[in-house]
């Protein structure tokens, strides 16, 4: 194959073709400020309701309650710090989980600079929090609680519907990171409970650089950024217009057809598991057995280091160890794992596998072939190195 197979889909996603054309139209013909008067600004305006109508239907919300960011991380730090900066007099109560991604985890770490007190729940030996230990960490004071809806490592798929009963009998707020699965799975943000939800549009076919938040009406969020009185006034300066529809592209895309595509992409990566366990004695499975994306395989292989079998294949295979997040931090790299009290020896063969919609199965069959040939060579220097 001219270029690896790409197997890294959770860290990104290329453009759908109709996204492109989306896009495109936007940039040469409705390129108006949709805050101008005259047709072309009137045009763009239009674009960006005809996205918000695109994405609140793909998560089962009201229009008027998302609001469009320029990335996940900026949607994660307008949720966390404007809901923070909205309390009467500041400080409270957080709660997060022991597994978030850092567009979560820092915002709340500087909360508790700020002396907000935090309390940080911990998951089992598949990544899944139990809303026991939920329920444990509320106070009577807790203003919000943060969990994502599945890991983007694992794959785990959070009890966020349980969690958010539990949250509610304390009169408190839920936050949903839904980067990793808006486009992949179903999302109800009435069926879950969220009282704001992100989601991330490079994650399903759209560009990077255009996210969105959903703010359940009567929600009131400081802003983090201070100017005109775009998106309700939630997030300020000229939209994006030409991303931002094609974020409502791949988001009415997505609504017709994840249900099918689920299944296409739970057998891809079955396929690919299935193939690699054959050959390799000891293969294990991270992540839940039953409440797992279905595109994403973390596997650890045994006696070898994930990231130098990687290395062995970078020129026919493109994945990662963790989070892309993550990658050059060693600080970062692992952690997921760990706060899933697997061993060192696990958690430095660990690899993360995530397959696409694009993914075919002459490109299964390739990957699964080159990285069972690397992991038998890096083996077989192992026990030459440890035989002297």
């Not at 994840?258 to 739970?266: C, G, K, P, V």
């Not at 990566?269 to 294990?284: C, N, S, T, V, W």
């Not at 993550?326 to 692992?334: C, F, L, P, Q, R």
Request: with cysteine.
């Amino acid at each position: 194959m001219s270029l690896p197979v790409y197997l890294d889909y959770n860290a990104t996603t290329p453009l759908e073709p109709r996204v492109v054309e989306t896009i495109n139209s936007y940039l040469r013909e409705h390129f108006g400020n949709p805050s101008s008067a005259h047709f072309f600004g009137r045009s763009a305006a239009e674009g960006l309701a005809w996205a918000r109508r695109q994405v609140a239907q793909l998560i089962d919300a009201g229009e008027d309650d998302i609001v469009f960011t320029g990335s996940a991380t900026e949607a994660n730090n307008m949720a966390i710090l404007g809901l923070a900066g909205s309390v009467a007099g500041g400080g409270g109560h957080i709660v997060t989980s022991a597994i978030e991604h850092p567009s979560v985890r820092q915002p709340f770490a500087h909360l508790r600079e700020q002396g907000w007190q935090l309390s940080i729940v911990p998951v089992d030996q598949y990544g899944r929090v139990d809303p026991a230990e939920v329920a444990k960490a509320m106070r009577p004071e807790t203003v919000l609680v943060s969990v994502m809806h599945a890991n983007n490592e694992t794959g785990t798929i959070q009890p966020i519907r349980e969690i958010s009963n539990i949250v509610k009998r304390h009169n408190s707020l839920l936050h949903v990171d839904a980067a990793q699965t808006a486009g992949k799975i179903p999302i109800s943000v009435k069926q879950l409970g969220a009282d704001m939800l992100t989601l991330a549009g490079h994650k399903f076919y759209a560009p990077k650089g255009v996210a969105a938040l959903y703010v359940r009406k009567g929600i009131r969020l400081s802003p983090l950024m201070f100017g005109a009185d775009q998106e309700h006034g939630r997030r300020t300066g000229t939209q994006n217009v030409a991303c931002i529809a094609g974020l409502g592209m791949a988001a009415r895309i997505a609504r017709q057809r994840q249900d099918t595509e689920s299944i296409r992409l739970r057998y891809k990566r079955d396929r690919l598991y299935q193939l690699l366990a054959r050959k390799i004695p000891g293969l294990e499975i991270n992540g839940h057995p039953e409440w797992l994306l279905p595109n994403t395989l973390n596997v650890s292989f045994p006696h070898v280091n994930g990231q130098a079998l990687l290395d062995r294949v970078a020129s026919e295979v493109a994945a990662s160890t963790c989070s892309a997040c993550h990658a050059g931090d060693h600080k970062g790299a692992g952690s997921v794992l760990q706060a899933m009290g697997l061993s060192a020896a696990r958690i430095d063969g660990a690899v993360r596998l995530s397959v696409g919609i694009p993914t075919t199965d002459i490109e299964i069959e390739f990957a699964a072939a080159m990285l069972i040939e690397a992991w038998q060579s890096s083996t077989l220097e192992n026990d030459k190195v440890a035989g002297g």
